[in-house]
Protein backbone atom coordinates (compact mmCIF):
# COMPACT_ATOMS: atom_id res chain seq x y z
CA UNK A 1 0.00 0.00 0.00
CA UNK A 2 1.30 3.41 -0.92
CA UNK A 3 0.94 6.75 0.86
CA UNK A 4 0.65 9.70 -0.20
CA UNK A 5 0.79 13.08 2.47
CA UNK A 6 -0.69 16.29 1.22
CA UNK A 7 1.05 19.53 2.95
CA UNK A 8 1.32 23.05 2.56
CA UNK A 9 -2.35 24.32 2.57
CA UNK A 10 -3.28 27.25 4.14
CA UNK A 11 -5.40 30.72 3.84
CA UNK A 12 -3.94 33.60 1.21
CA UNK A 13 -5.81 36.40 -0.15
CA UNK A 14 -6.81 36.22 -3.86
CA UNK A 15 -4.65 36.85 -6.21
CA UNK A 16 -1.98 35.27 -4.22
CA UNK A 17 0.25 32.11 -4.82
CA UNK A 18 0.92 29.07 -3.03
CA UNK A 19 2.38 25.66 -3.72
CA UNK A 20 1.07 22.54 -1.96
CA UNK A 21 3.22 19.18 -2.08
CA UNK A 22 2.10 15.53 -1.96
CA UNK A 23 5.04 13.02 -0.62
CA UNK A 24 4.77 9.29 -1.29
CA UNK A 25 6.28 6.34 0.20
CA UNK A 26 7.71 3.40 -1.96
CA UNK A 27 8.82 3.29 -5.51
CA UNK A 28 5.66 4.67 -6.89
CA UNK A 29 7.37 7.49 -8.55
CA UNK A 30 9.65 5.23 -10.70
CA UNK A 31 6.79 2.87 -11.82
CA UNK A 32 6.07 3.32 -15.65
CA UNK A 33 3.70 4.22 -16.79
CA UNK A 34 2.42 5.89 -13.90
CA UNK A 35 0.12 9.39 -13.82
CA UNK A 36 -0.07 11.76 -10.24
CA UNK A 37 -3.11 13.48 -9.64
CA UNK A 38 -4.04 16.46 -8.03
CA UNK A 39 -8.28 16.79 -7.23
CA UNK A 40 -10.03 19.07 -4.83
CA UNK A 41 -12.92 18.57 -2.68
CA UNK A 42 -15.24 21.46 -1.15
CA UNK A 43 -17.91 20.61 1.49
CA UNK A 44 -21.01 19.09 -0.29
CA UNK A 45 -19.72 18.53 -3.51
CA UNK A 46 -17.80 15.42 -5.15
CA UNK A 47 -13.98 15.73 -5.28
CA UNK A 48 -12.78 16.92 -8.73
CA UNK A 49 -10.07 16.62 -10.96
CA UNK A 50 -7.77 19.31 -10.89
CA UNK A 51 -4.61 18.23 -13.12
CA UNK A 52 -2.10 15.03 -13.71
CA UNK A 53 1.49 14.56 -14.43
CA UNK A 54 2.57 11.53 -16.39
CA UNK A 55 6.06 10.55 -15.89
CA UNK A 56 7.40 11.95 -19.14
CA UNK A 57 6.02 15.38 -17.10
CA UNK A 58 2.87 15.98 -19.79
CA UNK A 59 0.11 17.71 -18.15
CA UNK A 60 -3.31 18.09 -18.00
CA UNK A 61 -5.54 20.37 -16.17
CA UNK A 62 -9.02 21.47 -15.53
CA UNK A 63 -10.24 24.36 -17.50
CA UNK A 64 -10.80 26.03 -14.23
CA UNK A 65 -6.86 26.02 -13.43
CA UNK A 66 -5.48 25.87 -16.73
CA UNK A 67 -2.71 28.84 -17.24
CA UNK A 68 -2.90 29.45 -13.38
CA UNK A 69 -2.02 26.16 -11.68
CA UNK A 70 1.69 24.63 -12.75
CA UNK A 71 1.44 20.37 -11.48
CA UNK A 72 5.41 19.11 -10.85
CA UNK A 73 7.18 16.19 -9.55
CA UNK A 74 10.67 15.32 -8.76
CA UNK A 75 11.23 11.70 -8.99
CA UNK A 76 14.24 11.91 -6.81
CA UNK A 77 12.32 13.28 -4.18
CA UNK A 78 9.55 11.42 -4.39
CA UNK A 79 7.11 14.56 -4.28
CA UNK A 80 4.12 15.86 -6.24
CA UNK A 81 3.65 19.48 -6.14
CA UNK A 82 0.81 21.84 -7.17
CA UNK A 83 2.04 25.79 -7.72
CA UNK A 84 -1.12 28.03 -7.26
CA UNK A 85 -1.39 31.72 -8.84
CA UNK A 86 -3.45 34.15 -9.13
CA UNK A 87 -5.76 32.16 -6.81
CA UNK A 88 -9.50 32.86 -7.00
CA UNK A 89 -12.03 32.18 -3.82
CA UNK A 90 -13.64 29.38 -6.00
CA UNK A 91 -9.48 27.60 -5.31
CA UNK A 92 -10.78 27.49 -1.73
CA UNK A 93 -11.11 23.19 -0.83
CA UNK A 94 -9.28 20.40 0.34
CA UNK A 95 -6.78 19.04 -1.85
CA UNK A 96 -6.10 15.67 -2.56
CA UNK A 97 -3.13 13.67 -4.27
CA UNK A 98 -3.22 9.85 -5.69
CA UNK A 99 -1.45 8.00 -9.00
CA UNK A 100 -2.89 5.44 -10.77
CA UNK A 101 -1.22 3.59 -13.91
CA UNK A 102 -4.22 4.35 -16.27
CA UNK A 103 -7.40 6.39 -16.45
CA UNK A 104 -9.01 2.65 -15.72
CA UNK A 105 -6.99 1.70 -13.29
CA UNK A 106 -7.54 1.83 -9.45
CA UNK A 107 -5.93 4.27 -7.29
CA UNK A 108 -2.73 3.52 -6.05
CA UNK A 109 -3.37 4.81 -2.65
CA UNK A 110 -6.25 5.25 0.12
CA UNK A 111 -7.33 8.80 -0.21
CA UNK A 112 -5.31 10.90 2.76
CA UNK A 113 -6.25 13.82 4.54
CA UNK A 114 -5.66 16.16 1.99
CA UNK A 115 -4.50 19.73 2.59
CA UNK A 116 -6.51 22.79 3.10
CA UNK A 117 -6.57 25.58 1.07
CA UNK A 118 -8.64 29.16 1.44
CA UNK A 119 -8.76 31.59 -0.93
CA UNK A 120 -10.52 34.85 1.21
CA UNK A 121 -10.02 38.77 1.86
Known amino acids: QVDMVESGGGLVQPGESLRVSCAAS??????????MYWYRQTPGKQREFVAR???????NYADSVQGRFTISRDNAENTLYLQMNSLKPEDTGVYFC?????????????WGQGTQVTVAS
Open 98 to 110: NAKKSNFANWEAK
Open 26 to 35: GRIFRVSPMY
Open 53 to 59: ISNGGGT
